[in-house]
């Protein structure tokens, strides 16, 4: 009972089951012997022993019939199940298996019913019988009793028995079909190295190896887990047997043509004929017929093979030395089979693999019984027809055969695959079957082929049985199968198999020496089909993306006439339209032709051309493909495009072949005409076509679309190709890849790259972070090969059908793999071979290659640099080519990884071997990156290290060649395989180490890369053309944030300095001069060294955040570090400059103090005598007496006063006369006499000072005659620019509201020498008039100024008015002590109204400034502030909005001026809602508010003296208490202190609301003007940047921070709106100097001391601006605009005529001028 077997077998079957315990439970849930909770509940244990332990209780619980099923099952799965523990029922099977000595049976053959599968299940044949025998009445009666429901119960065994097989597979019957996307998906299963380790992981293993083209992909035993495979090694008993025979179980794995077939089964057509094609690269055999697995029929694999093409040389063409390269498909060659017939001991396969072996060779085609698992029992691949070939390579020596042949091989018993057999007989020149023994069954059976056409040899192996017999039934068949004597052959015992195999090799030949059968797997299909086979092309699906296909290919006769009819838009046309879109950038056709108007031209002739494209109606071909693509299901679209590139594949060798041999022919004639020979070539270049070109097409068809609508040609809703970009997306996500660069044009059709990019984005939702990987290298080199191999692409790389240009395909990325390296796809990009052939005779080949490495290197994150190591020459020029391109890579901030993978390297040794060739590689590299960045104009020392991230140690692979052995018969190299297998783990393990340091790009940003990339690489200087709107982006964030650090550096500094300030006045000149500054300038530069070094820190954190694109700006980091330390020297200058100032004023104040001190004191003295009068007199005076009496002796007072000493009033003019006339004495005796003539014409200048021609030398004037105006403009904006410095100094000074003092006319002097002796002041010639008149103008306006300024505090600071303004405080104080009234709560009154209020306004004044701009750059308007280029976009737009011409003449000429108003104007408008700014006021009131009630609380027992003199010390940082105010205050004031302090906090609320409501009644525009600190001027400086303004079009430098390298701005403008004209017309100039800087033209100016040069060369000049090409064409829309629509008033306004500006020029609207500016700054 099954009952008692798992009863007394429990141990010995537990441990049988613990080796796939979750198969076990698994089959036990879907048999229903156990419950859904009781599965969960097994599930949950870990340990498999426990698990299965329970499993069998539960099993054993559910009765005897539950225990028979489950038994039966377990012996359904594992074949070596132990004969007792199998179920009662089936041990009486076990003997007929034991007899049976054929080791390639199935032992559960007994259950199935051996049939031929007719196509009518009604049709039943007997077994072992073909159709249509009667020769045995007992065979006859074995039919009768063939019942049908029979066969369907045999083939429901069949069916469950496979569906068993799959099961232990891991695979599910009837589930989804496995596709190539889902086995390209890279995850980290994919790069595990382990060997299988369950019968699940075989089949993922097989697909893993063999898609990395590994030879031991057929290998299919399992390693054992560690508790399995141990030995046992403790200790032994004493008594016990040590050694013992261990039974080794087949069941530990599963046969491996058996794990093809689920395979296959289990894949979709398009995953199998991949499977197909990478099992012919590495030589195995291919399966030809399936059996029945999923159908009555077999399957015949056609579609399977479709992808196969084989390179041979046949015998014939030795001479030549041609060779021939078609379809496996479609080659028809001699076909020889070979089949079992009963059972035998020589094994057919391996028989066959030493026949196709070379010698000195060997290699297993065919699976065999001595390989890996080859000898576990196949389950399911009975029945299966595989195929091989021999192929010739040309060695009449060594080729085992002159012609092709093939060779088919039935797998199973011939007896049990009849309808297999039977095809063979139908398409093999010859049948060998291979026996032991022929008895009658086998004899009937072959009498069945009489009348074959096909040739039969025996191999008979003398090792079986009875060769008498055999003997015997063979020559009854010799006559009825016209059998010869050769066609026996004996396989002797003592023959040695090596001689055998020699014999059967020469029997073969001798076959198709004589037959001329020849066939093709084309034609075996319509044999197979004719015989009751299913074909795999024969599905709707397959049927109708064929015929759709076919609709389009059976047109194509002459390739070349072909593309010229039906693809027109891609040929002549789109190489124009490539041609002067590098043109455009390139400006070599110039000549003498204007730069704009050249450009507008090229214009006007690509849009021409566009519309010529536009013009182009659809071709048949076209639509048709478009049908194809559009209207297919995606099944139908892929066999669509499947057999579209296999027709053009097919048509492109034919005619390649036949091109080759005609070129040949001629070129072997002498005499023969070149023309001719270049005319072959031509069409040998252009006989190539494929998919690409049908998608080139649709592109083209596109772009010249999207030209139309932006001319506004055509209208959006009138677009017939919108939807294209969604399509050629929708392949790109099912795994084709598409182009990225055109090889044919060398050109990128941008606009259709971008939008099918930006729609795959959209489909993936925006999910697209992914890592490119390019490969660049010789031409064959084996680049696609690579890639293929790495990553189971299908790159072409068949003869004729090398990459042109380049293609990117997109792999997913899953699983855990998608966290470690922070993408979810990698952008795999094949490029076209450098140093082409076709190309070598192009005068730009160098340039095309270096183009092209450049762009792939550009936009990869790991380039893999391949080189052949037998090139050495060719492999020296490639890595030139790569030098350049990372050496442009360095400049733009980006920086790829760099592979070098050294191929055709098979020593193991080869990495240390290689040691000092990677040194010399190394030190090659650093040689040519120094010689490359001499070509790309560098001025800097570099190496190769310097551009890159390289390791020699670790980014060096030396990679075994390909083939192991000789084409066309070597399969792949097993190394080869591993070593890329390698080589792709560390890819990804590099890719996880480096996901923290760099982020992935997503797909906009990609696209990004590729414009600008592009763009910059069709201008030829490409560092100086590179503009990324990637690298703009991460530029302004940076210069955003580094604002925002530098103005709270800022902020702080002001902060301490307002404090300084404070803390100056506070103090006496004395203490001052003790030590307080000293302590001041410690506190400072402690305050400037922690605001360096938090900047600093800040930098170094921005730049390690792992932001986004952070390392393209990498190369300017030390700007920004330099920037930082440069602020930290100009706040120290400004917070020193300023504590010296106040310390001046101060110095300057206390003698104005002193005297006051003195009237005071005076006046006082005088009050106490009166009083003193007064309350001595009898009576006592009323109000009005006592108001007299102190009038009366404030005039006398006042009158005694007045012959003390006073304060001085000074001729400041007289003043700066005398140092102007020192400053000049040492000048000689012209300068005097040019002074004093200037000194009696007038006393100060009143009218502009303007350039006149005795500022300048007589020689010069001479020399410079045709330039004069140009030379006296430049003067005169030098002498405005000095003049402008010395106005702000003078301002700064005048606002102090400060007495005057002559060191600032000695400073002025200076600033004018300084200028005076620059660089700027050399280049002109000025005559010694020049600097005499302009001192004298500048110090004239000056005096002006300081005399004004010395007026003002001299009426601010007279000690009589001062005196004056504090009588009332006075005659209140006289009158309380008079009345002798309590006068605190008055007192405290002055005190607020005296000392508090005035200190708390200046503190407000101080810190309101400061306030605003913080309140700015925080505000919703810190954008436009954020950096130099979003606020040239906020008023440029704001410009374009208000279109007012005055407003553009300010800003281009007068830009300091025009910024400075402007940023005052928007300063009002934003604060226009006065309580805006009182918010910001009643904050700074409230925190000193705050501190100074502090300061009140609760006094100690202090006189009022001393509690006055505590606060004003607590208050000393914040409050300027004047004490000649304090000393009023506490004249005769005996109060209490703390009642004093009561009143004042009373009173404090009250003060703070008539501080806020004065300054209510303020305007803003009042307050800006009033405050010390202006906040639009800091704000200038925010944005202002280094001032630097561009050579040619005086555009301002945008480039953050204030001491960077290089100068640079977004927008360029006209010339002409900076002044610049034509000479001989005086027509304003209109060229851009973005645009010519890439042009042939050239300029003269002072600097080039008006000789011509180059505009390319500018930098010889100006070697700190960088002036790049415009992104686009319609960058500069926008300046264009403003020129075309104020070309007249600008004439006017610089007394010039007109510019003749380019017709296009008009058609720009104000809106593309928007749009124009939003492109250039990047704001869209």
């Given at each position: 009972?099954?009952?008692?077997?798992?009863?007394?077998?429990?141990?010995?079957?537990?441990?049988?089951l613990?080796?796939?315990?979750?198969?076990?439970?698994?089959?036990?849930?879907?048999?229903?012997?156990?419950?859904?909770?009781?599965?969960?509940?097994?599930?949950?244990?870990?340990?498999?022993?426990?698990?299965m332990?329970?499993?069998?209780?539960?099993?054993?619980?559910?009765?005897?019939?539950?225990?028979?099923?489950?038994?039966?099952?377990?012996?359904s799965?594992?074949?070596?199940?132990?004969?007792?523990?199998?179920?009662?029922?089936?041990?009486?099977?076990s003997?007929?298996?034991?007899?049976?000595?054929?080791?390639?049976?199935?032992?559960s053959?007994?259950?199935?019913?051996?049939?031929?599968?007719?196509?009518?299940?009604?049709?039943?044949?007997?077994?072992?019988?073909?159709?249509?025998?009667?020769?045995?009445?007992?065979?006859?009666?074995?039919?009768?009793?063939?019942?049908?429901?029979?066969?369907?119960?045999?083939?429901?065994?069949?069916?469950?028995?496979?569906?068993?097989?799959?099961?232990?597979?891991?695979?599910?019957?009837?589930?989804?079909?496995?596709?190539?996307?889902?086995?390209?998906?890279?995850?980290?299963?994919?790069?595990?190295?382990?060997?299988?380790?369950?019968?699940?992981?075989?089949?993922?293993?097989?697909?893993?190896?063999?898609?990395?083209?590994?030879?031991?992909?057929?290998?299919?035993?399992?390693?054992?887990?560690?508790?399995?495979?141990?030995?046992?090694?403790?200790?032994?008993?004493?008594?016990?047997?040590?050694?013992?025979?261990?039974?080794?179980?087949?069941?530990?794995?599963?046969?491996?043509?058996?794990?093809?077939?689920?395979?296959?089964?289990h894949?979709?057509?398009?995953?199998q004929?991949?499977?197909?094609?990478?099992?012919?690269?590495?030589?195995?055999?291919?399966?030809?017929?399936?059996?029945?697995?999923?159908?009555?029929?077999?399957?015949?694999?056609?579609?399977?093979?479709?992808?196969?093409?084989?390179?041979?040389?046949?015998?014939?063409?030795?001479?030549?030395?041609?060779?021939?390269e078609?379809?496996?498909?479609?080659?028809?060659?001699?076909?020889?089979?070979?089949v079992?017939?009963?059972?035998?001991?020589?094994?057919?396969?391996?028989?066959?693999?030493?026949?196709?072996?070379?010698?000195q060779?060997?290699?297993?085609?065919?699976?065999?019984?001595?390989?890996?698992?080859?000898?576990?029992?196949?389950?399911?691949?009975?029945?299966?027809?595989?195929?091989?070939?021999?192929?010739?390579?040309?060695?009449?020596?060594?080729?085992?055969?002159?012609?092709?042949?093939a060779?088919?091989?039935?797998r199973?018993d011939?007896?049990?695959?009849?309808?297999?057999?039977?095809?063979?007989?139908?398409?093999?020149?010859?049948?060998?079957?291979?026996?032991?023994?022929?008895?009658?069954?086998?004899?009937?059976?072959?009498?069945?082929?009489r009348?074959?056409?096909?040739?039969?040899?025996?191999?008979?192996?003398?090792?079986?049985?009875?060769?008498?017999?055999?003997?015997?039934?063979?020559?009854?068949?010799?006559?009825?199968?016209?059998?010869?004597?050769?066609?026996?052959?004996?396989?002797?015992?003592?023959?040695?198999?090596?001689?055998?195999?020699?014999?059967?090799?020469?029997?073969?030949?001798?076959?198709?020496?004589?037959?001329?059968?020849?066939?093709?797997?084309?034609q075996?299909?319509?044999?197979?089909?004719?015989?009751g086979?299913?074909?795999?092309?024969?599905?709707?699906?397959?049927?109708?993306?064929?015929?759709?296909?076919?609709?389009?290919?059976?047109?194509?006769?002459?390739?070349?006439?072909?593309?010229?009819?039906m693809?027109?838009?891609?040929?002549?046309?789109?190489?124009?339209?490539?041609?002067?879109?590098?043109?455009?950038?390139?400006?070599?056709?110039?000549?003498?032709?204007?730069?704009?108007?050249?450009?507008?031209?090229?214009?006007?002739?690509?849009?021409?051309?566009?519309?010529?494209?536009?013009q182009?109606?659809?071709?048949?071909?076209?639509?048709?493909?478009?049908?194809?693509?559009?209207?297919?299901?995606?099944?139908?679209?892929?066999?669509?495009?499947?057999w579209?590139?296999?027709?053009?594949?097919?048509?492109?060798?034919?005619?390649?072949?036949?091109?080759?041999?005609?070129?040949?022919?001629?070129?072997?004639?002498?005499?023969?005409?070149?023309?001719q020979?270049?005319?072959?070539?031509?069409?040998?270049?252009?006989?190539?076509?494929?998919?690409?070109?049908?998608?080139?097409?649709?592109?083209?068809?596109?772009?010249?679309?999207?030209a139309?609508?932006?001319?506004?040609?055509?209208?959006?809703?009138?677009?017939?190709?919108?939807?294209?970009?969604?399509?050629?997306?929708?392949?790109?996500l099912?795994?084709?890849?598409?182009?990225?660069?055109?090889?044919?044009?060398?050109?990128?059709?941008?606009?259709?790259?971008?939008?099918?990019?930006?729609?795959?984005?959209?489909?993936?939702?925006?999910?697209?972070?992914?890592?490119?990987?390019?490969?660049?290298?010789?031409?064959?080199?084996?680049?696609?090969?690579?890639?293929?191999?790495?990553?189971?692409?299908?790159?072409?790389?068949?003869?004729?059908?090398?990459?042109?240009?380049?293609?990117?395909?997109?792999?997913?990325?899953?699983?855990?793999?998608?966290?470690?390296t922070?993408?979810?796809?990698?952008?795999?990009?094949?490029?076209?071979?450098?140093?082409?052939?076709?190309?070598?005779?192009?005068?730009?080949?160098y340039?095309?290659?270096?183009?092209?490495?450049?762009?792939?290197?550009?936009?990869?994150?790991?380039?893999?640099?391949?080189?052949?190591?037998?090139?050495?020459?060719?492999?020296?020029?490639?890595?030139?080519?790569?030098?350049?391109?990372?050496?442009?890579?360095?400049?733009?901030?980006?920086?790829?990884?760099?592979?070098?993978?050294?191929q055709?390297?098979?020593?193991?040794?080869?990495?240390?071997q290689?040691?000092?060739?990677?040194?010399?590689l190394?030190?090659?590299?650093?040689?040519?990156?120094?010689?490359?960045?001499?070509?790309?104009?560098?001025?800097?020392?570099?190496?190769?290290?310097?551009?890159?991230?390289?390791?020699?140690?670790?980014?060096?692979?030396?990679?075994?060649?390909l083939?192991?052995?000789?084409?066309?018969?070597?399969?792949?190299?097993?190394?080869?395989?591993?070593?890329?297998?390698?080589?792709?783990?560390?890819?990804?393990?590099?890719?996880?180490?480096?996901?923290?340091?760099?982020s992935?790009?997503?797909?906009?940003?990609?696209?990004?890369?590729?414009?600008?990339?592009?763009?910059?690489?069709?201008?030829?200087?490409?560092?100086?053309?590179?503009?990324?709107?990637?690298?703009?982006?991460?530029?302004?964030?940076?210069?955003?944030?580094?604002?925002?650090?530098?103005?709270?550096?800022?902020?702080?500094?002001?902060?301490?300095?307002?404090?300084?300030?404070?803390?100056?006045?506070?103090?006496?000149?004395?203490d001052?001069?003790?030590?307080?500054?000293?302590?001041?300038?410690?506190?400072?530069?402690?305050?400037?060294?922690?605001?360096?070094?938090?900047?600093?820190?800040c930098?170094?954190?921005?730049?390690?955040?792992?932001?986004?694109?952070?390392?393209?700006?990498?190369?300017?980091?030390?700007?920004?570090?330099?920037?930082?330390?440069?602020?930290?020297?100009?706040?120290?200058?400004?917070?020193?400059?300023?504590?010296?100032?106040?310390?001046?004023?101060?110095?300057?104040?206390?003698?104005?103090?002193?005297?006051?001190?003195?009237?005071?004191?005076?006046?006082?003295?005088?009050?106490?005598?009166?009083?003193?009068?007064?309350?001595?007199?009898?009576?006592?005076?009323?109000?009005e007496?006592?108001?007299?009496?102190?009038?009366?002796?404030?005039?006398?007072?006042?009158?005694?006063?007045?012959?003390?000493?006073?304060?001085?009033?000074?001729?400041?003019?007289?003043?700066?006369?005398?140092?102007?006339r020192?400053?000049?004495?040492?000048?000689?005796?012209?300068?005097?006499?040019?002074?004093?003539?200037?000194?009696?014409?007038?006393?100060?200048?009143?009218?502009?000072?303007?350039?006149?021609k005795?500022?300048?030398?007589?020689?010069?004037?001479?020399k410079?005659?045709?330039?004069?105006?140009?030379?006296?403009?430049?003067?005169?904006?030098?002498?405005?620019?000095?003049?402008?410095?010395?106005?702000?100094?003078?301002?700064?000074?005048?606002?102090?509201?400060?007495?005057?003092?002559?060191?600032?006319?000695?400073?002025?002097?200076?600033?004018?020498?300084?200028?005076?002796?620059?660089?700027?002041?050399?280049?002109?010639?000025?005559?010694?008039?020049?600097?005499?008149?302009?001192?004298y103008?500048?110090?004239?306006?000056?005096?002006?100024?300081?005399?004004?300024?010395?007026?003002?505090?001299?009426?601010?600071?007279?000690?009589?008015?001062?005196?004056?303004?504090?009588?009332?405080?006075?005659?209140?104080?006289?009158?309380?002590?008079?009345?002798?009234?309590d006068?605190?709560?008055?007192?405290?009154?002055d005190?607020?109204?005296?000392?508090?209020?005035?200190?708390l306004?200046?503190?407000?004044?101080?810190?309101?400034?400061?306030?605003?701009?913080?309140?700015?750059?925080?505000?919703?308007?810190?954008?436009?502030?954020?950096?130099r280029?979003?606020?040239?976009?906020?008023?440029?737009?704001?410009?374009?909005?208000?279109?007012?011409?005055?407003?553009?003449?300010?800003?281009?000429?007068?830009?300091?001026?025009?910024?400075?108003?402007?940023?005052h104007?928007?300063?009002?408008?934003?604060?226009?809602?006065?309580?805006?700014?009182?918010?910001?006021?009643?904050r700074?009131?409230?925190?000193?508010?705050?501190?100074?009630?502090?300061?009140?609380?609760?006094?100690?027992?202090?006189?009022?003296?001393?509690?006055?003199?505590?606060?004003?010390?607590?208050?000393?940082?914040?409050?300027?208490?004047?004490?000649?105010?304090?000393?009023?205050?506490?004249?005769?004031?005996?109060?209490?202190?703390?009642?004093?302090?009561?009143?004042?906090?009373?009173?404090?609320?009250?003060?703070t609301?008539?501080?806020?409501?004065?300054?209510?009644?303020?305007?803003?525009?009042?307050?800006?003007?009033?405050?010390?600190?202006?906040?639009?001027?800091?704000?200038?400086?925010?944005?202002?940047g280094?001032?630097?303004?561009?050579?040619?079009?005086?555009?301002?430098?945008?480039?953050?921070?204030?001491n960077?390298?290089?100068h640079?701005?977004s927008?360029?403008?006209?010339?002409?709106?900076?002044?610049?004209?034509?000479?001989?017309?005086?027509?304003?100039?209109?060229?851009?100097?973005s645009?010519?800087?890439?042009?042939?033209a050239?300029?003269?100016?002072?600097?080039?001391?008006?000789?011509?040069h180059?505009?390319?060369?500018?930098?010889?000049?100006?070697?700190?601006?960088?002036?790049?090409?415009d992104?686009?064409?319609?960058?500069?829309?926008?300046?264009?605009?403003?020129?075309?629509?104020?070309?007249?008033?600008?004439?006017?306004?610089?007394?010039?005529?007109?510019?003749?500006?380019?017709?296009?020029?008009?058609?720009?609207?104000?809106?593309?001028?928007?749009?124009?500016?939003?492109?250039?700054?990047?704001?869209?």
């Amino acid at each position: 009972m099954a009952f008692e077997t798992i009863r007394r077998g429990r141990e010995k079957l537990i441990i049988f089951l613990q080796k796939a315990p979750d198969l076990i439970l698994d089959d036990a849930a879907a048999q229903g012997f156990i419950s859904e909770e009781e599965y969960d509940a097994l599930d949950k244990l870990v340990n498999p022993k426990e698990k299965m332990r329970k499993l069998l209780v539960k099993i054993q619980i559910k009765g005897e019939q539950s225990c028979q099923q489950f038994l039966e099952g377990v012996r359904s799965l594992f074949q070596d199940l132990p004969p007792d523990l199998w179920p009662p029922a089936s041990a009486c099977a076990s003997a007929a298996c034991a007899n049976q000595n054929e080791l390639d049976c199935n032992p559960s053959q007994a259950k199935v019913l051996e049939k031929n599968g007719p196509e009518n299940p009604d049709d039943t044949v007997a077994p072992h019988v073909p159709n249509g025998s009667k020769s045995s009445e007992d065979l006859e009666n074995v039919s009768d009793k063939q019942e049908p429901e029979q066969e369907v119960m045999e083939m429901d065994v069949f069916d469950e028995r496979v569906t068993n097989f799959l099961m232990k597979l891991g695979l599910k019957r009837n589930s989804k079909q496995l596709t190539m996307g889902e086995i390209l998906e890279i995850n980290l299963e994919t790069l595990k190295t382990v060997d299988p380790q369950t019968l699940q992981d075989l089949p993922w293993h097989f697909l893993r190896k063999l898609m990395a083209l590994n030879g031991t992909a057929r290998n299919t035993g399992l390693v054992l887990k560690a508790e399995e495979d141990s030995c046992g090694d403790e200790e032994v008993e004493v008594g016990s047997e040590v050694f013992c025979m261990r039974e080794v179980g087949s069941a530990v794995s599963v046969n491996p043509l058996d794990v093809l077939c689920a395979i296959l089964l289990h894949s979709d057509n398009f995953l199998q004929q991949e499977i197909l094609l990478k099992m012919s690269m590495c030589q195995f055999a291919i399966p030809l017929i399936l059996p029945p697995l999923d159908a009555p029929k077999c399957t015949f694999t056609l579609w399977g093979m479709r992808d196969i093409v084989k390179k041979w040389r046949p015998h014939s063409l030795s001479e030549s030395r041609g060779f021939r390269e078609e379809s496996l498909v479609l080659t028809s060659m001699p076909t020889i089979s070979f089949v079992r017939m009963g059972s035998c001991s020589l094994s057919k396969s391996k028989l066959l693999n030493e026949v196709l072996s070379p010698p000195q060779q060997h290699h297993d085609f065919f699976v065999h019984r001595d390989m890996e698992c080859g000898n576990v029992p196949r389950e399911i691949s009975d029945g299966l027809v595989e195929i091989s070939w021999y192929f010739p390579g040309g060695r009449e020596n060594s080729d085992l055969f002159p012609e092709p042949v093939a060779v088919l091989n039935l797998r199973g018993d011939v007896e049990s695959h009849w309808a297999q057999f039977s095809f063979l007989t139908e398409v093999s020149s010859a049948v060998f079957i291979v026996t032991e023994n022929i008895c009658d069954k086998e004899y009937e059976m072959l009498l069945t082929l009489r009348g074959s056409a096909s040739e039969y040899y025996f191999i008979l192996n003398s090792e079986g049985g009875s060769s008498k017999e055999t003997l015997g039934f063979l020559n009854q068949l010799a006559p009825v199968l016209n059998m010869k004597k050769s066609q026996l052959l004996v396989k002797e015992r003592s023959q040695n198999i090596t001689e055998f195999v020699k014999k059967l090799r020469s029997t073969m030949k001798n076959i198709l020496n004589s037959h001329q059968k020849v066939v093709s797997v084309k034609q075996m299909a319509k044999v197979g089909q004719e015989l009751g086979m299913q074909v795999d092309e024969d599905t709707p699906g397959c049927r109708n993306g064929i015929s759709h296909a076919t609709e389009i290919v059976e047109e194509i006769v002459d390739v070349p006439r072909y593309k010229k009819e039906m693809l027109k838009l891609q040929g002549d046309l789109w190489r124009s339209v490539a041609k002067v879109e590098k043109e455009l950038c390139r400006m070599k056709g110039q000549a003498d032709t204007p730069t704009e108007d050249y450009r507008s031209q090229l214009i006007k002739k690509r849009m021409d051309l566009r519309v010529q494209q536009n013009q182009c109606d659809l071709t048949d071909g076209i639509t048709k493909f478009i049908n194809g693509i559009q209207n297919l299901h995606r099944e139908e679209k892929h066999y669509f495009l499947k057999w579209i590139k296999f027709c053009l594949d097919c048509i492109a060798r034919e005619n390649l072949s036949r091109l080759r041999e005609e070129y040949k022919e001629k070129n072997s004639i002498g005499g023969t005409d070149p023309q001719q020979l270049a005319e072959l070539d031509e069409l040998i270049s252009t006989s190539s076509l494929g998919v690409e070109h049908f998608m080139r097409e649709l592109g083209q068809f596109y772009e010249a679309e999207c030209a139309m609508v932006k001319e506004c040609n055509i209208s959006e809703k009138k677009r017939q190709f919108v939807h294209l970009p969604g399509i050629a997306a929708d392949l790109m996500l099912e795994g084709f890849p598409v182009e990225l660069i055109d090889g044919d044009a060398s050109n990128i059709p941008l606009r259709w790259i971008t939008d099918v990019l930006t729609e795959l984005h959209k489909k993936l939702g925006g999910q697209s972070k992914m890592m490119v990987i390019t490969v660049l290298g010789v031409q064959s080199t084996g680049k696609s090969t690579l890639l293929n191999t790495m990553f189971g692409l299908q790159f072409a790389v068949s003869s004729g059908r090398c990459t042109r240009g380049a293609f990117m395909t997109l792999l997913r990325v899953t699983g855990n793999l998608q966290a470690e390296t922070g993408c979810d796809f990698i952008l795999v990009i094949d490029t076209e071979g450098l140093k082409a052939p076709e190309l070598a005779k192009m005068e730009d080949s160098y340039e095309h290659d270096n183009e092209l490495a450049t762009l792939v290197i550009g936009l990869s994150d790991i380039t893999i640099v391949n080189l052949a190591m037998e090139n050495a020459t060719e492999m020296k020029d490639i890595l030139q080519i790569v030098v350049h391109a990372f050496l442009r890579m360095e400049d733009t901030g980006h920086r790829p990884n760099c592979q070098f993978v050294h191929q055709n390297v098979s020593d193991v040794s080869a990495h240390d071997q290689n040691m000092r060739d990677r040194k010399r590689l190394l030190e090659q590299l650093n040689e040519m990156t120094k010689a490359a960045a001499r070509m790309e104009k560098q001025g800097r020392e570099v190496a190769f290290s310097d551009i890159m991230d390289y390791d020699p140690e670790k980014h060096n692979w030396y990679i075994p060649g390909l083939w192991h052995g000789v084409p066309p018969m070597a399969p792949v190299n097993l190394g080869y395989s591993e070593s890329v297998s390698e080589f792709k783990r560390y890819l990804f393990e590099f890719m996880s180490n480096s996901s923290q340091n760099r982020s992935s790009k997503d797909i906009p940003q990609f696209v990004e890369w590729v414009k600008s990339l592009w763009n910059a690489i069709k201008h030829e200087n490409f560092i100086f053309s590179f503009r990324n709107s990637l690298v703009v982006d991460a530029y302004n964030q940076l210069a955003v944030k580094y604002s925002e650090w530098e103005w709270d550096f800022r902020k702080e500094m002001h902060l301490w300095v307002s404090k300084a300030d404070a803390i100056i006045q506070n103090h006496s000149v004395e203490d001052i001069e003790a030590g307080a500054f000293d302590k001041l300038r410690q506190e400072a530069e402690q305050k400037l060294y922690n605001g360096e070094q938090k900047m600093l820190a800040c930098i170094q954190s921005y730049f390690e955040s792992g932001g986004d694109n952070l390392h393209l700006v990498e190369k300017y980091r030390e700007d920004f570090i330099r920037s930082a330390k440069f602020l930290r020297q100009q706040l120290d200058r400004y917070s020193m400059n300023k504590c010296q100032e106040t310390i001046l004023i101060r110095k300057g104040q206390s003698k104005v103090d002193n005297l006051q001190t003195r009237y005071s004191k005076t006046m006082e003295r005088k009050v106490n005598n009166l009083l003193k009068e007064c309350k001595e007199l009898e009576s006592q005076l009323n109000f009005e007496e006592l108001k007299q009496e102190f009038e009366n002796m404030w005039k006398e007072s006042l009158l005694e006063l007045s012959s003390l000493n006073s304060l001085t009033h000074r001729d400041i003019r007289l003043d700066v006369y005398c140092q102007i006339r020192k400053d000049l004495d040492h000048q000689g005796s012209l300068v005097n006499q040019v002074f004093q003539d200037l000194s009696r014409t007038s006393v100060t200048r009143r009218t502009p000072f303007t350039m006149e021609k005795k500022y300048l030398n007589t020689s010069l004037m001479v020399k410079v005659k045709n330039f004069f105006t140009d030379y006296l403009s430049g003067a005169q904006e030098f002498a405005n620019s000095l003049i402008e410095v010395c106005r702000s100094y003078v301002t700064e000074k005048v606002s102090t509201k400060r007495d005057y003092d002559e060191t600032y006319c000695q400073e002025l002097l200076r600033i004018i020498n300084d200028g005076l002796q620059g660089k700027d002041f050399q280049k002109f010639n000025f005559s010694k008039y020049f600097e005499v008149e302009l001192k004298y103008y500048i110090m004239g306006e000056a005096a002006d100024a300081f005399q004004k300024m010395h007026d003002d505090f001299f009426k601010a600071n007279n000690p009589h008015q001062h005196l004056e303004n504090l009588k009332p405080q006075y005659f209140s104080i006289f009158k309380d002590l008079y009345y002798e009234g309590d006068a605190c709560q008055k007192r405290a009154k002055d005190f607020c109204d005296l000392c508090l209020k005035p200190a708390l306004v200046d503190h407000l004044d101080k810190r309101l400034g400061i306030e605003i701009v913080d309140d700015i750059l925080s505000s919703g308007q810190s954008v436009q502030y954020g950096s130099r280029s979003f606020f040239q976009f906020t008023v440029q737009k704001s410009l374009l909005e208000k279109k007012k011409f005055d407003d553009y003449v300010k800003y281009i000429n007068n830009y300091t001026d025009f910024v400075t108003t402007w940023i005052h104007t928007n300063l009002l408008e934003h604060y226009r809602q006065r309580k805006d700014l009182a918010v910001l006021e009643k904050r700074i009131l409230s925190a000193v508010i705050k501190k100074t009630k502090e300061a009140l609380e609760s006094p100690a027992e202090q006189t009022l003296a001393e509690f006055l003199e505590c606060f004003r010390h607590e208050m000393r940082e914040e409050l300027v208490i004047s004490k000649e105010a304090l000393d009023v205050v506490l004249f005769n004031n005996d109060a209490n202190a703390g009642p004093f302090s009561e009143e004042v906090q009373a009173s404090i609320s009250e003060v703070t609301e008539d501080i806020l409501s004065e300054r209510s009644r303020m305007s803003v525009e009042t307050v800006l003007s009033s405050i010390p600190f202006k906040p639009q001027e800091e704000i200038f400086k925010h944005v202002f940047g280094c001032g630097k303004q561009c050579p040619f079009c005086k555009v301002p430098c945008e480039a953050g921070g204030g001491n960077h390298r290089e100068h640079f701005a977004s927008v360029h403008r006209p010339q002409g709106l900076g002044r610049y004209r034509y000479i001989q017309s005086d027509k304003l100039v209109y060229s851009l100097c973005s645009s010519d800087v890439c042009s042939n033209a050239s300029f003269r100016n002072l600097e080039t001391g008006f000789e011509w040069h180059p505009y390319k060369e500018y930098r010889t000049y100006y070697p700190d601006w960088r002036i790049q090409p415009d992104p686009s064409i319609s960058a500069s829309d926008y300046w264009k605009f403003v020129f075309s629509e104020f070309n007249k008033q600008f004439a006017v306004e610089y007394s010039a005529v007109c510019a003749d500006l380019p017709d296009d020029w008009k058609n720009i609207t104000k809106q593309q001028a928007l749009e124009s500016i939003q492109e250039a700054f990047n704001m869209e």
